[in-house]
Every structure is written in structure tokens, then in C-alpha cells.
């Protein structure tokens, strides 16, 4: 257990995020999500997708997302 991710703490340090301080882009947060769970040394690769279902858009649509991805590894690829 010692070599795992709490999922509640996750959770917890995500949600301190978005409520901090506002920014512009959705891909903002998503990168300051995935810096900060990169941050712990056991993690050595991290996928975040921000949803914004109400983003200001003047079209029609479902939901607006973005996914960014972090790893240790520089050769390491995600599959798309």
C-alpha cells in the first residue's frame, strides 16, 4: 500500500485546485492537476481530462474537454 496513490487524496488536491484562484483556459487547470499529482515521486506517469460543459462557446454542444498528459519517462507515449 505504500506504493500507491490515495485516490480520496487525489481527489481533495484536484478540487483545491479548481476552487483556487480563476483562470482562463480549462487547460490551465488540467496542467496545475497534473504538476501537482506528478509532484509525488511514485506517480510516474498521469493522464487529467477538465470538463467544461458550459464553456462560452456560441455554438451548440454537448461539452467542451481537454486531456493533458505528464510521465517521467520522455520516451514514453500514451496511446491516443
Known sequence: LTRTVHYGELAEMAAAIIAGPP?????TVAGRIA?????DERVQATE????????????????????????RDPAQEFPT
Open 23 to 27: 483562470v482562463d483556459l480549462i487547460e
Open 35 to 39: 504538476d501537482a499529482i506528478m509532484a
Open 48 to 71: 487529467v481530462t477538465n470538463h467544461k460543459p458550459s464553456a462560452p462557446i456560441p455554438l451548440t454542444f454537448a461539452d467542451v474537454s481537454v486531456t493533458i498528459r505528464r510521465t
